[in-house]
């Protein structure tokens, strides 16, 4: 005799995989401001004011709903590009010092999250 999963079964099944899928990857803010912090981003970068560069939430508000915008942020956190601040100055952005990829996309998307 064969025995066919039922339909609640299976739903409950994903349903489950759902939910532990969504909480490991949910967003920790007081986490990406540590980093944040800890990092040095914070020297040039206030969470929703102008500093010497773009707050935080201006960066999130200029990348909301990108297709790529998680990567552009890892990327600029990683690869020392150089920027470009308003009175002409350029200056490579520091690199971070993690290697931790969970806590840099947490930190990308605690900025993304930041866009009102």
């Known amino acids: 005799m064969k025995v066919k999963p039922s339909i609640a079964l299976i739903g409950g099944l994903w349903a489950c995989c759902l939910f532990a899928s969504s909480s490991t990857f949910a967003m920790d803010a007081d986490e ?25 939430s201006e960066i999130g ?26 009175d002409g100055k350029e200056e490579e952005h520091k690199v971070m010092k993690t290697k931790d990829k969970a806590a840099m996309q947490n930190l990308a998307e605690w900025i993304l999250s930041l866009a009102k």
């Open 32 to 56: 990406a401001q540590a980093l944040a912090k800890k990092e040095g981003c914070l020297k040039c970068h206030a969470v929703d004011k102008k500093k010497e560069a773009k707050s935080l």
């Open 61 to 86: 508000k200029s990348l909301k709903g990108k297709p790529d915008a998680n990567a552009k942020l890892i990327h600029h956190f990683t690869s020392g590009e150089k920027v470009k601040f308003e």
